[in-house]
């Protein structure tokens, strides 16, 4: 598994310099390599002549080749999650506008059998407005969504070194810091130069000197005077391009005292084992010296000391605001469950990340002590997103696919360092079998309930439709008593758990209008401590309230559950 430590550098004025221009070279080299690649040259073909015209090494070549290789494949890839999210929107309005075209066909029947009421007339406006906002909503998203495919039927997307906000700000001056006229344009620039400029990729090789010939480390050990041996330090002597030896500065750059906060010893022990390190220089603004390195290298993964899954596992459901977590059994029983706070809400990335790996702290720890492996969902976050909207649109907002993507990269480098086996299962329906089928019966949340068929899952366990007849579910803070239909052996289970969660859907739905006219004191409401017979065939939905009976207590209250 591949690693990256980062720290902060002390630069001395000539190598901070010198560092200036490395990345205005490689900026500019890496700018006129990618125009060159989206004519249709190949970046191989082209090393010789841009060694040769630019003053770089082969080495340094590669590593302004594989950043800007990055880039692209990074930049395909969001457009390809950006076409799909624009798919799913255009096809949503869609459903959208095929609905109100109905509604006002039938109401223009209607209407000339009889004459309209008032209220029908203000509804039949109310929704001839939808349908020209959607119209112009749908006639946006297919614009976006042509401009996506145009980016990439290309092959090689428009990228925008510096970004394009940056970019923009320009004809905005006076809605930013830059100041306005001359001065503030002059900024302006200055800000866009540094934005363009302010990296550069050394990438290394095992066969190589210090695994990387244009950054060679060198451990230093300082002699003990306490009688305690001080911590080896690094000396780093970045090679610098020939074109600016060319100008005057010096071969060699030498950066004494480096040392990493973290990762520290798995960089000692790359060096010692002639591991290939890579180095990425990165200029910023965050404190008095403006240069950090990053390191990346191999790491080997720690044995796996948990037992087979067959004998239990972990499930964890990433939720908004919390980790919820189950312990299965061989036979697939949750045997313990709880929750891990996330308060990300209102936090920066750095605050956000920190919070995250807590969090993960903590749920390793409860797995090495029970001596068992963990289980995630392979998360398609616009799936898992359109699954909870159906049960709470708020909650589904709530969610980022940024937050589960910086989840599953630390709960991945977290379990190879601790040597606890790590499971990815299918999310399908977690969080409606979840909801169905154990929530109230165990007297479990939701996302515990959902942890639990998650642990299940790695464990081989399927989930059977529930029998038809009543079951009662958790829904917006109380439980619903939900009808299901009988079961059809034909049926496949993907349309089965498809009912299961629309019939689930609708009864929010019901719930929420219900609760809307009981708050606007409309006669739709009904009293706070009674139960309502919801729309969808005999559904009998009771709010929360304290238990009175042994038997009651059993059913438990769910305050923090997503739907």
Request: net charge positive; charged share 25%.
């Amino acid at each position: 598994m591949q690693l990256s430590f980062q720290t902060r550098l002390t630069l001395a004025p000539v190598v901070d310099q010198c560092f200036d221009a490395f990345g205005a070279l490689f900026g500019s080299v890496e700018r006129t390599l990618y125009a060159d690649i989206a004519r249709g040259r190949k970046a191989h073909d082209l090393k010789s002549f841009y060694c040769a015209e630019y003053g770089l090494s082969a080495r340094q070549f590669n590593g302004l080749r594989i950043q800007l290789e990055g880039k692209i494949s990074s930049t395909v890839e969001l457009l390809k999650l950006r076409k799909t999210e624009l798919k799913r929107h255009i096809d949503a309005t869609k459903r959208f506008l095929k609905k109100l075209a109905t509604s006002l066909e039938t109401q223009s029947k209607a209407a000339k059998k009889a004459r309209p009421s008032p209220a029908m007339i203000k509804q039949c406006v109310k929704w001839r407005d939808q349908v020209f906002n959607k119209t112009r909503r749908l006639e946006s998203l297919q614009q976006k969504f042509d401009q996506v495919m145009v980016r990439l039927k290309a092959g090689v997307p428009g990228i925008c070194f510096g970004s394009r906000k940056l970019f923009r700000q320009q004809f905005h001056l006076e809605k930013t810091d830059f100041g306005t006229g001359e001065a503030g344009h002059q900024n302006w620039r200055r800000a866009w130069r540094d934005a363009r400029s302010h990296q550069f990729f050394l990438v290394g090789s095992g066969d190589e000197t210090s695994g990387n010939q244009s950054c060679e480390a060198r451990v230093v050990h300082a002699p003990p005077t306490t009688g305690v041996a001080p911590p080896a330090t690094l000396t780093l002597q970045v090679k610098v391009p020939p074109a600016l030896v060319r100008k005057g500065y010096p071969p060699f750059l030498t950066i004494e005292d480096v040392t990493f906060a973290y990762g520290h010893d798995q960089v000692l022990d790359a060096l010692k084992n002639g591991t290939a390190l890579s180095y990425r220089f990165h200029r910023d603004h965050h404190g008095a010296d403006g240069w950090r390195v990053f390191v990346s290298t191999d790491v080997v993964d720690a044995p796996v000391r948990s037992m087979r899954r067959d004998f239990g596992i972990l499930g964890i459901d990433f939720n908004a605001d919390h980790l919820a977590w189950a312990i299965t059994d061989r036979f697939g029983n949750t045997v313990q469950a709880g929750r891990v706070d996330l308060p990300l809400d209102g936090k920066s990335t750095g605050q956000r990340t920190a919070i995250l790996s807590d969090a993960i702290d903590e749920v390793i720890v409860l797995a090495r002590d029970h001596g068992v492996g963990i289980s995630i969902e392979d998360l398609d976050f616009t799936k898992k997103k359109q699954e909870l909207r159906t049960m709470g649109v708020e909650r589904a907002r709530m969610l980022s696919g940024l937050a589960y993507s910086a989840f599953r990269r630390l709960i991945t480098a977290k379990a190879s360092r601790t040597g606890v086996a790590l499971h990815v299962v299918d999310p399908a329906w977690t969080s409606v079998a979840g909801a169905v089928k154990y929530a109230t019966r165990q007297g479990r949340t939701v996302h515990q309930a959902a942890a639990g068929v998650i642990a299940r899952r790695a464990q081989g366990y399927s989930e059977k439709r529930p029998r038809s007849g009543a079951h009662r579910v958790p829904l917006l803070g109380g439980t619903a008593e939900l009808s299901l239909p009988d079961r059809n052996r034909d049926e496949s289970p993907r349309a089965a758990w498809g009912a299961i969660r629309k019939c689930l859907t609708l009864q929010v739905r019901a719930r929420k209008r219900l609760s809307s006219c009981h708050a606007k004191g409309q006669p739709g409401g009904a009293a706070p401590g009674s139960s309502h017979l919801l729309a969808g065939g005999g559904t009998t939905v009771s709010p929360v309230r304290e238990p009175g009976t042994l038997l009651a207590r059993r059913l438990p209250d769910f305050p923090d559950v997503p739907f």
